[in-house]
């Protein structure tokens, strides 16, 4: 079973920047793929980024292209989402996800436990 261990949520004023990152632990997927979701109060869970570690490019939500950036350390099986820019509808529970793609998707098995990352306007 993969584990995923997230860090680097925390409080930041609009405008400001977040690094999360997330390790994969026992992550021996041959096609690997990491990625962010999030969630705020009331809403529905949201894809932010995608990573295909094994290749290909990656995914970012419409709402966050140009100020979100994933990347990823292969041989740490770790993930990076670089946040610039936030703005208060930034405003969410952040999971990290691990897969394995397939036909072009990333098929999501394993989850974080969550870092909360709020943006004050």
């Known amino acids: 079973q993969v584990q995923l261990v997230e860090s680097g949520g925390g409080s930041v004023q609009a405008g400001g920047s977040l690094r999360l990152s997330c390790v994969a632990v026992?992550?021996?997927?041959?096609?690997?793929?990491m990625g962010w979701f999030r969630q705020a109060p009331g809403k529905e869970r949201e894809g932010v980024a995608v990573s295909y570690i094994s290749g290909g490019s990656p995914y970012y939500a419409d709402s966050v292209k140009g100020r979100f950036t994933i990347s990823q350390d292969n041989a740490e099986n770790t993930v990076y989402l670089q946040m610039n820019s936030l703005k208060s509808e930034d405003t969410a529970m952040y999971y990290c996800?691990?897969?394995?793609?397939?036909?072009?998707?990333?098929?999501?098995?394993?989850w974080g436990q969550g870092t909360q990352v709020t943006v004050s306007s």
């Open positions: 026992r992550f021996f997927y041959s096609n690997k793929c």
């Open positions: 996800a691990a897969g394995y793609a397939l036909n072009g998707d990333c098929r999501f098995q394993s």
